[in-house]
T-cell receptor, first 114, second 113 residues
Framework: EAQVTQNPRYLITVTGKKLTVTCSQN?????MSWYRQDPGLGLRQIYY???????DKGDVPEGYKVSRKEKRNFPLILESPSPNQTSLYFC?????????????FGPGTRLLVL | SQQGEEDPQALSIQEGENATMNCSYK?????LQWYRQNSGRGLVHLIL???NEREKHSGRLRVTLDTSKKSSSLLITASRAADTASYFC?????????????WGAGTKLIIKP
């Protein structure tokens, strides 16, 4: 089944403890991105990747890192999480041309930073 | 920055009625996309309409695009309880030589049985 998977789905952590949220897609998509969703703010893009080894900042990249070593995986790294990073995170992918095409979303990761 | 702005923010109607949601945007676009999100879940793509198209249909969904008014509408006909969800529009616009998807804050639709 074509899908985008994220792990973990729920995570509670403490300030400063490094964490990684994994994202994987099995559709051979070139474009992948990370969003955070906060009440009343819609989706805000954190980072995106046009292809392997090509990543770029979105609207709200501060406090986050990403890597794209393989086409299928696009992990999101929080080196030193803070409470303002408590949010619902989504990974998304599309074939090519990034935002010009339909985005396929993962199920989301709900993060609480204490 | 928010480009797409959905209107209304929330809509509550009876099952069987039609639901209309609107999206306005500020800059020229390549396409506009509508997505649905069930509570706390991932977004699901509904329809993509290109800037040179005026109307598209998919089952009970009808999307219109008016580039002169920089607005789009999503019509769900004969609504069902399962249509209860949040609906988002996203505009693909050229920003700093890259196309970016810019999202609105969404319309929360409640279908009362």
């Amino acid at each position: 089944e074509a899908q985008v998977t994220q792990n973990p789905r729920y995570l509670i952590t403490v300030t400063g403890k490094k964490l990684t949220v994994t994202c994987s897609q099995n559709m051979n998509h070139e474009y992948m991105s990370w969003y955070r969703q906060d009440p009343g703010l819609g989706l805000r893009q954190i980072y995106y990747s046009m292809n392997v080894e090509v990543t770029d900042k979105g609207d709200v990249p501060e406090g986050y890192k990403v890597s794209r070593k393989e086409k299928r995986n696009f992990p999101l790294i929080l080196e030193s999480p803070s409470p303002n990073q408590t949010s619902l995170y989504f990974c998304a992918s599309s074939f090519t041309s990034g935002s010009l095409q339909t985005q396929y979303f993962g199920p989301g990761t709900r993060l609480l930073v204490l | 920055s928010q480009q797409g702005e959905e209107d209304p923010q929330a809509l509550s109607i009876q099952e069987g009625e039609n639901a209309t949601m609107n999206c306005s945007y500020k800059t020229s676009i390549n396409n506009l996309q509508w997505y649905r999100q069930n509570s706390g879940r991932g977004l699901v793509h509904l329809i993509l309409i290109r800037s040179n198209e005026r109307e598209k249909h998919s089952g009970r969904l009808r999307v219109t695009l008016d580039t002169s008014k920089k607005s789009s509408s999503l019509l769900i006909t004969a609504s069902r309880a399962a249509d209860t969800a949040s609906y988002f529009c996203a505009t693909a616009s050229l920003t700093d030589s890259n196309y970016q998807l810019i999202w609105g804050a969404g319309t929360k639709l409640i279908i009362k049985p």
